[in-house]
């Protein structure tokens, strides 16, 4: 029997060529392709006005308020007015007829206009005035007393209440103004009202006058101008306003 010789040592085998199949490179390219997209959206993303997004955001706030476009007035054309038609026959004219001169009236005196007078508005109210003794009214006070006093009626004599009357002008050398309503001095009667000058007659002429006035102090009547006397006898001025039928 031969003895043969057995080597251990492992005999290796042939290298073989790395080979990639087609699953392999379709494997690779989908990868790039899908990098590739990535990258793309990415850049898009930051960059959304780039030249590479096909659906560029608009720059246009929808909530903004609309913009305001001016539009400039247009001047309307200048109107050029046509050439006119130069005339060139010249119109014969009629012959005219001369009336035959007439006599004129000579007048050596000046005619005169005679105007038609206004009629002056009447007041609403009149009044009468009486001088009386102040001690019909005022018994306790005697010669003491001046003052103004009396009523105010209707066309029908009836009593008119809460008329203002006005007293304006000077006595006794001071300004005076005062106003009283009918009625508050029932002495008087119903419509009565009273108007206290000073505790000694003087005399004055045509230094103060009465005047009804209305709600508005539009005068209801003219100025009723008075006079005072340093008379006892006389020492209270009646003023009694009556309306106009």
């Known amino acids: 029997m031969s003895k043969s010789t057995y080597s251990y040592e492992e005999t290796p085998e042939p290298k073989q060529s790395l080979k990639l199949e087609i699953w392999d490179v379709l494997s690779i390219a989908m990868f790039v392709l899908t990098f590739c997209i990535g990258v793309y959206f990415v850049a898009i993303f930051l960059f959304p006005q780039s030249a590479f997004n096909p659906l560029k955001p608009s720059m246009v706030d929808p909530n903004a308020p609309p913009t305001l476009t001016v539009t400039p007035i247009q001047m309307d054309a200048t109107w050029t007015p046509l050439p006119s038609q130069a005339v060139t026959d010249t119109p014969t004219l009629l012959p005219t007829y001369t009336l035959a001169p007439s006599a004129t009236p000579l007048s050596l005196i000046t005619p005169t206009i005679t105007l038609t007078p206004t009629a002056t508005p009447k007041a609403p109210f009149s009044a009468t005035i009486t001088y009386i003794d102040s001690t019909i009214i005022h018994q306790e006070e005697g010669c003491k007393w001046q003052g103004i006093g009396g009523t105010v009626v209707d066309a029908n004599n009836a009593d008119m209440l809460r008329i203002t009357v006005r007293l304006?002008?000077?006595?006794?050398?001071?300004?005076?103004?005062?106003?009283?309503?009918?009625?508050?001095?029932?002495?008087?009667?119903?419509?009565?009202?009273?108007?206290?000058?000073?505790?000694?007659?003087?005399?004055?002429?045509?230094?103060?006058?009465?005047q009804l006035l209305d709600q508005s102090t539009l005068p209801l009547s003219d100025k009723i101008y008075i006079d005072t006397f340093n008379d006892c006898s006389k020492n209270l001025v009646l003023v009694r306003f009556k309306k106009n039928p």
């Open 168 to 210: 304006v002008g000077v006595y006794n050398g001071k300004s005076k103004e005062a106003l009283m309503v009918s009625s508050i001095a029932p002495a008087y009667g119903k419509s009565g009202y009273e108007f206290f000058l000073g505790d000694v007659p003087i005399a004055s002429k045509g230094e103060l006058y009465l």
